[in-house]
């Protein structure tokens, strides 16, 4: 398999809806104080330390969106399911954040133009990550970075992207590209994992 055709074994779920339960899961919802502050702390080490406008690929209910907005950043999330945009403007309410329903390989944000783009959990389910990420590097203003937050879960039908191949692809859209391992660290998952996971910070 080539890094452009690393597409998905598994089924994509009903994010409508899944999007009632989806913040059960620790490191969705981040309820728990120690996993809230485990990702906080490491969004914290991702994102440019000026206030900074971000854009939440594939936002679900707008969890790392909200982090960065406590982090004094402006957020731009976007989604294509309905109840998850819902959710995150509900989460949202009140702060520099907009919300918009759409695609996330093809985001509908015009002309406008990011520091970050942010992706959880995301970018291993779209067709062609290549290309999206090529795509995705022409959102970003001079200096900006991607962090993309992704990995391999599950042993048996594993199903994901591993970091190799995604740095690969980043190569040639960055100037630096650095992969942070985020598998033996058991506060972001409120739980110990095996598997692959990781995140990649990728500067244009
Ligand atoms: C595993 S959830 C991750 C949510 C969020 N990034 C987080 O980490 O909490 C995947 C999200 O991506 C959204 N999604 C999947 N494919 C999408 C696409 N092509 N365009 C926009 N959103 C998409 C789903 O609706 C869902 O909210």
Known sequence: MTNGEHALTGT????DKAAATFDDEPDHGLRDPEVRQAWAARL???LPERASDVLDLGCGTGSLSLLAAEQGHRVTGVDRSAAMVALARAKLAGRDAVF???DAAAPPVGEERFDVVLVRHVLWALP???RVLRHWRGLLRPGGRFVLI???WGTVSPVGIP???LTSLLAPLALEVRVESLSDDPRLWGRAVEDERYAVVATA
């Open 128 to 130: 062609d990550p290549g």
């Open 12 to 15: 994509e779920p009903d994010w």
């Open 100 to 102: 918009l329903r759409g």
């Open 44 to 46: 914290r080490s991702w």
């Open 150 to 152: 992704e990995g391999v």
């Open 163 to 165: 970091a190799e191949p």
